[in-house]
């Protein structure tokens, strides 16, 4: 009886969850801002669930949610670029997790070393290339991940960071206004 009331009273709540984030204007902004944090989703991921809230909500403001958008994107940045490649350090000799983060040490410096190589002087450059164009793997927590592992400058590395933000939330919005375009055309 107990678990049953307990599997009810979560599933409400998730319920209530998913209905703040669908039914209320600041619910919606902060959908966007929370996933645009999350990696792998970043803002490549938000944008589009922005254009879709653009779509079916009245008073939704799309400018401001690339404001939004671009922000949770980047607060991640310092946390990366500082503590990530301390965390590697410190994991790379542990049981469970020693040849992972090993891997991804050893991964990151080797294609580093070659970034380096090919990129020569325009590593900055190279970096934001690498943050703004939107393919899976790139993005603005793998492309700090990198400037940490090759001791690039702070300063430079966060302008070319979001220097990639920029370029991605241009293409991804670009790419997101003509899908949603395109759909809502054909459905309506």
Not at 27 to 42: A, D
Not at 48 to 73: C, D, K, M, Q, R
Request: overall charge positive; aromatic content about 14%; some cysteine.
């Amino acid at each position: 009886m107990l678990v049953v009331f307990l599997i009810r009273f979560f599933q409400k709540g998730r319920l209530v969850m998913l209905s703040f984030f669908k039914e209320s204007l600041i619910g919606q902004y902060i959908f966007v801002f929370i996933l645009s944090m999350v990696p792998l989703v970043e803002l490549r991921g938000a944008i589009p669930f922005a254009h879709g809230f653009a779509e079916t909500a009245t008073g939704f403001n799309l400018p401001l949610s690339y404001v939004i958008i671009a922000i949770g994107n980047m607060i991640p940045m310092p946390f990366i670029f500082f503590f990530a490649r301390k965390v590697l350090e410190w994991g790379k000799d542990k049981r469970f997790i020693g040849k992972f983060f090993t891997f991804c040490l050893e991964k990151g410096e080797k294609g580093g070393k070659k970034l380096q190589e090919k990129a020569g002087g325009g590593l900055y450059f190279a970096l934001l290339l690498f943050v703004g164009i939107p393919v899976p793997g790139t993005g603005a927590w793998t492309g700090t991940l990198a400037a940490s592992i090759l001791d690039m400058d702070f300063k430079k590395s966060v302008l070319a960071v979001i220097g990639g933000i920029a370029l991605a939330g241009t293409i991804m919005g670009i790419v997101s206004f003509l899908s949603v375009s395109a759909i809502v055309g054909i459905a309506g």
